[in-house]
C-alpha cells in the first residue's frame, strides 16, 4: 500500500520514459522487418515485454538491455515449431489485439489468452474480420472473448468491413500486418471511429519503417502487399500519457513542473491535446521542441469531448476535484472495456474520498470544491486509476494506493519519480 503525501510549492523537472503504445508497435514493424533493428529509449513496462516474449515464442529474436532492444527481424517468415505454443499476455489489451493478426501471419498454432479480466473484454470485430480475410481463429470458451485458438498458415487478406467505434486497436493490428497478407488490405471503417490519434500513431510507426498507408479521412484504408518494412535504429519518444500526471501534480498545488522528453510540437501522440484542456482549465503550459512545462493556475471546471484520448480521463477527473464549477466528461464509452470499467470505477474511487461524482453511460460529471478526505484507494488492478488517484493525494492528506504496483502496467519507475519530484 502507497500512502500519497501532500506536498505544495512543487517547481520540479522529470525525464519521461519512452511511450509504451510507440514501443509496442516499433516491436511489431521490427520484427517483421528483415535484418536488425535498433530500438533506443525502449519502455521496458508489464505490457511492453509481454509483447517482447510473445514475439519471441513467435520465433523472433531480441535481445533487450537497458533501455536498448536490438530485434532480428524475419522478413514476416515464421517458423513452424511443430507443437501448439500458448501466448499469455496478462491484462495488456494492446498486446493481445496488436498481437492476434502477427501470429495469424504464422506458421504455427497457438492458444492466445490471459488474466481473468483480459477474458472479459471484447475481441469479437478483430477475430471476424481476420477470419474474414483468410485466418482460422476460433474461440476456446465464451464467444466474443478471449482465450482464442489460432491456426496460423498465413493471411491471404482482401477487403473488409470493421465498426470503428469498439476499439482503435483493432485497426491498428490490421495495418500492421497489411504488408505481409498475400493480396493486401483494403479496410472500410463502419461507423464512427474511436481513439483516432491512436491509428495516427500506428501510420506514422509504420511510415517510420518503410510503409505508407493509404487512407480516405480515415474511413477507408489500403495496404498494397508489395511493400514491406525495412530495418533501421529507432529512438522512441517519451510517454505523454505518462506526462499527464506530473502536469496534473503542477494544476491541482499551483507549482510547476517541466517534462522532458516530450515532443509537443511534433508528436503524433493524441495525449498531447490535453495540454489544450488543461489551459481551458486555468493552466500556463510552455511547448518547446523536446518538453512541456505546465504552472498551475485558479482552476475552473470545462465541457470536454474525451474520445480522442480516453486514457486521459482518470488524470482529468482528478484534477477537476479542485476546480471550481462542474466537469462534464463525454464520449468515452469503451473506458468500460479497459482495465477495469475505468467509468464506473472511477467514480466509485472518487466517491469514495468525498467528492460529488455523476456516472454517465459514456462519461462522468464531477462536481469540483467538495471537501475532500483521505481513504483507501481500491485501483481494481487499474494502472490509470492509481496514478490519477496520486495526483488527488498530492492535495488530500490520507489517500493510501493498494496494490500500488499495478503501475508496472505502463510505467514501473512512476512512484520513485513521483517522491523524487516532491523533494
Same mark, same amino acid.
Given at each position: 500500500?502507497?500512502?500519497? @503525501?501532500?506536498?505544495?510549492?512543487?517547481?520540479?523537472?522529470?525525464?519521461?520514459?519512452?511511450?509504451?503504445?510507440?514501443?509496442?508497435?516499433?516491436?511489431?514493424?521490427?520484427?517483421?522487418?528483415?535484418?536488425?533493428?535498433?530500438?533506443?529509449?525502449?519502455?521496458r513496462?508489464? %505490457?511492453?515485454?509481454?509483447?517482447?516474449?510473445?514475439?519471441? %515464442?513467435?520465433?523472433?529474436? $531480441?535481445?533487450?538491455?537497458?533501455?536498448?532492444?536490438?530485434?532480428?527481424?524475419?522478413?514476416?517468415?515464421?517458423? %513452424?515449431?511443430?507443437k &501448439?505454443?500458448?501466448?499469455?499476455?496478462?491484462?495488456?489489451?494492446?498486446?493481445?489485439r496488436?498481437?492476434?493478426?502477427?501470429?495469424?501471419?504464422?506458421?504455427?498454432?497457438?492458444?492466445?489468452?490471459?488474466?481473468?479480466?483480459?477474458?472479459?473484454?471484447?475481441?469479437?470485430?478483430?477475430?471476424?474480420?481476420?477470419?474474414?480475410?483468410?485466418?482460422? &481463429?476460433?474461440?476456446?470458451? #465464451?464467444?466474443?472473448?478471449?482465450?482464442?485458438?489460432?491456426?496460423?498458415?498465413?493471411?491471404?487478406?482482401?477487403?473488409?468491413?470493421?465498426?470503428?467505434? &469498439?476499439?482503435? #486497436?483493432? !485497426?491498428?493490428?490490421?495495418? *500492421?500486418?497489411?504488408?505481409?497478407?498475400?493480396?493486401?488490405?483494403?479496410?472500410? =471503417?463502419?461507423?464512427?471511429?474511436?481513439?483516432?490519434?491512436?491509428?495516427?500513431?500506428?501510420?506514422?510507426?509504420?511510415?517510420?519503417?518503410?510503409?505508407?498507408?493509404?487512407?480516405? %479521412?480515415? #474511413?477507408?484504408?489500403i495496404?498494397?502487399?508489395?511493400?514491406?518494412?525495412?530495418?533501421?535504429?529507432?529512438?522512441?519518444?517519451g510517454? =505523454?500519457?505518462?506526462?499527464?500526471?506530473?502536469?496534473?501534480?503542477?494544476?491541482?498545488?499551483?507549482?510547476? !513542473?517541466?517534462?522532458?522528453?516530450?515532443?509537443?510540437?511534433?508528436?503524433?501522440?493524441?495525449?498531447?491535446?490535453?495540454?489544450?484542456?488543461?489551459?481551458?482549465?486555468?493552466?500556463? =503550459?510552455?511547448?518547446?521542441?523536446?518538453?512541456?512545462?505546465?504552472?498551475?493556475?485558479?482552476?475552473r471546471?470545462?465541457?470536454?469531448?474525451?474520445?480522442?484520448?480516453?486514457?486521459?480521463?482518470?488524470?482529468?477527473?482528478?484534477?477537476?476535484?479542485?476546480?471550481e464549477? @462542474?466537469?462534464?466528461?463525454?464520449? =468515452?464509452?469503451?473506458?468500460?472495456?479497459?482495465?477495469?470499467?475505468?467509468?464506473?470505477?472511477?467514480?466509485?474511487?472518487?466517491?469514495? $474520498?468525498?467528492? #460529488?461524482?455523476?456516472?454517465?453511460?459514456?462519461? *462522468?460529471?464531477?462536481?469540483?470544491?467538495?471537501?475532500?478526505?483521505? +481513504?483507501?484507494?481500491?485501483?481494481?488492478?487499474?494502472?490509470?486509476?492509481a496514478?490519477?488517484?496520486?495526483? +488527488?493525494?498530492?492535495?488530500?492528506?490520507?489517500?493510501?494506493?493498494?496494490?500500488?504496483?499495478?503501475?508496472?502496467?505502463?510505467?514501473?519507475?512512476?512512484?520513485?519519480?513521483?517522491d523524487?519530484?516532491?523533494?
Open positions: 500500500m502507497k500512502e500519497i @503525501k501532500p506536498v505544495s510549492d512543487i517547481n520540479a523537472v522529470v525525464r519521461m520514459p519512452g511511450s509504451k503504445s510507440i514501443t509496442h508497435r516499433a516491436l511489431i514493424a521490427a520484427s517483421l522487418a528483415k535484418g536488425k533493428s535498433l530500438l533506443k529509449s525502449f519502455l513496462c508489464e %505490457d511492453t515485454l509481454y509483447t517482447l516474449k510473445a514475439l519471441r %515464442d513467435m520465433g523472433i529474436r $531480441i535481445y533487450a538491455e537497458g533501455d536498448n532492444a536490438l530485434v532480428s527481424g524475419r522478413g514476416g517468415d515464421f517458423a %513452424d515449431s511443430g &501448439i505454443k500458448k501466448i499469455f499476455l496478462g491484462n495488456s489489451g494492446t498486446s493481445y496488436l498481437l492476434l493478426s502477427v501470429a495469424a501471419l504464422g506458421k504455427n498454432e497457438y492458444v492466445f489468452t490471459g488474466s481473468p479480466r483480459m477474458q472479459e473484454r471484447p475481441v469479437r470485430d478483430l477475430v471476424s474480420a481476420l477470419n474474414r480475410l483468410g485466418a482460422d &481463429i476460433s474461440y476456446v470458451k #465464451q464467444s466474443g472473448h478471449p482465450p482464442l485458438y489460432v491456426r496460423a498458415s498465413g493471411i491471404k487478406g482482401g477487403k473488409v468491413e470493421i465498426a470503428g467505434n &469498439i476499439s482503435s #486497436q483493432y !485497426i491498428s493490428s490490421l495495418l *500492421l500486418i497489411g504488408p505481409y497478407t498475400g493480396e493486401g488490405i483494403e479496410i472500410g =471503417v463502419e461507423g464512427s471511429l474511436v481513439s483516432r490519434p491512436y491509428i495516427d500513431l500506428t501510420i506514422d510507426v509504420m511510415r517510420s519503417f518503410g510503409v505508407e498507408v493509404i487512407h480516405d %479521412d480515415y #474511413q477507408h484504408f495496404i498494397p502487399p508489395e511493400k514491406r518494412y525495412k530495418r533501421r535504429d529507432f529512438t522512441i519518444e510517454d =505523454v500519457s505518462s506526462a499527464s500526471y506530473f502536469w496534473g501534480a503542477a494544476a491541482v498545488t499551483g507549482g510547476i !513542473i517541466t517534462t522532458e522528453n516530450i515532443r509537443p510540437l511534433t508528436t503524433v501522440q493524441g495525449d498531447i491535446a490535453f495540454l489544450n484542456v488543461l489551459e481551458k482549465m486555468g493552466c500556463s =503550459v510552455t511547448r518547446s521542441e523536446d518538453s512541456v512545462t505546465v504552472a498551475g493556475g485558479r482552476l471546471g470545462v465541457k470536454t469531448d474525451m474520445g480522442s484520448m480516453p486514457d486521459m480521463v482518470p488524470t482529468l477527473a482528478a484534477i477537476a476535484l479542485f476546480a464549477g @462542474k466537469t462534464v466528461i463525454r464520449n =468515452v464509452h469503451h473506458l468500460r472495456y479497459k482495465e477495469s470499467d475505468r467509468i464506473k470505477d472511477l467514480a466509485g474511487e472518487l466517491r469514495r $474520498i468525498g467528492a #460529488q461524482v455523476e456516472e454517465l453511460e459514456d462519461g *462522468l460529471i464531477i462536481h469540483g470544491g467538495h471537501k475532500l478526505s483521505g +481513504a483507501d484507494i481500491d485501483t481494481h488492478n487499474d494502472h490509470r486509476l496514478m490519477s488517484l496520486a495526483v +488527488a493525494g498530492i492535495n488530500v492528506p490520507g489517500i493510501r494506493v493498494m496494490d500500488e504496483r499495478c503501475v508496472d502496467k505502463s510505467f514501473p519507475s512512476f512512484w520513485e519519480m513521483w523524487g519530484m516532491k523533494a
